[in-house]
């Protein structure tokens, strides 16, 4: 994955610019923690975040730019490909990077991995509303986010 800028800045946040880039791992870890979602420990980011397929971050326009959002596709880019850790800071939300992080990376999912290939999403809780604007769906009403972790 290259570090370049993927699309022009949110019109409605001037001052803002979405860059193609994995996000680093503090700034992984202090988005989750800002926007309410669980944490992540700092090993699990260390080990996680360059195996990215593709990830963009929102950061302020300005040298050294602060990032503001982020968002990651992960899995194997043929069978599995899932969106994760969207994250926006409060400050931002509702102001046009959230719209940037999921637009430009689930264009670059479709146009880089395997034609096809379903884009799959867990989102809590009410933010499925949103995700829901960018087409994702419930994906069958029989199915179940499950998940196992160690105790």
Known sequence: MTDAPILAPPASEPGTRRVRRTPSVDDELRLREAAGSSADPREAAERGLPSSLIAGVVELHAPGGRA????????????????????????????????????????????????????????????????????????????IAMAQRPA
């Open 68 to 143: 503001v959002g982020m968002g990651r596709v992960v899995g194997d880019g043929g069978q599995h490909a899932q969106a994760t850790d969207i994250a926006v800071e409060p400050e931002f939300q509702g102001r046009g990077p959230g719209q940037a992080i999921m637009s430009a990376p689930m264009t670059a999912a479709r146009a880089e991995l395997a034609a096809g290939l379903p884009l799959n999403l867990i989102a809590d809780l009410p933010a499925d509303r949103r995700h829901a604007r960018h087409g994702f769906a419930p994906a069958a009403h029989r199915s």
